[in-house]
């Protein structure tokens, strides 16, 4: 089992940017691919971007693609998410989720996750 925390949510003005961390422990972090995903009220969580193992390989949702950027620091055991261009529509909690092998945008192919950290996009 991995365990996550997820850091560096907050309140921010439309157009404003944001960095999220994601500090791993347990199961060798180098072995997971990691995804960040979202839930809004009312709404199901959403894949936002995940990273390979070795952070050479991406993958963004439509909604999110040349604003934000995931990356990993395997020495570190942490991976980020940036966003930039914040908008009201991205305001969400999100949660960082780890699974062994390939990144997968299904939320249910992650055994791992964290407790989440909200974001708030104001108009």
């Known amino acids: 089992q991995v365990q996550l925390v997820e850091s560096g949510g907050g309140l921010v003005q439309t157009g404003g940017s944001l960095r999220l961390s994601c500090a791993a422990s347990?199961?060798?972090?180098?072995?997971?691919?990691m995804g960040w995903f979202r839930q809004a009220p009312g709404k199901a969580r959403e894949f936002v971007a995940a990273?390979?193992?070795?952070?050479?390989?991406?993958g963004y949702a439509d909604s999110v693609k040349g604003r934000f950027t995931i990356s990993r620091d395997n020495a570190k055991n942490t991976m980020y998410l940036r966003m930039n261009s914040l908008k009201p529509e991205d305001t969400a909690v999100y949660y960082c989720?780890?699974?062994?092998?390939?990144?997968?945008?299904?939320?249910?192919?992650?055994?791992?996750w964290g407790q989440g950290t909200q974001v708030t996009v104001s108009s």
């Open positions: 347990g199961r060798t972090f180098s072995r997971q691919a």
């Open positions: 989720a780890a699974r062994p092998g390939t990144w997968n945008r299904s939320p249910g192919m992650y055994p791992d």
């Open positions: 990273i390979n193992l070795s952070g050479g390989m991406t």
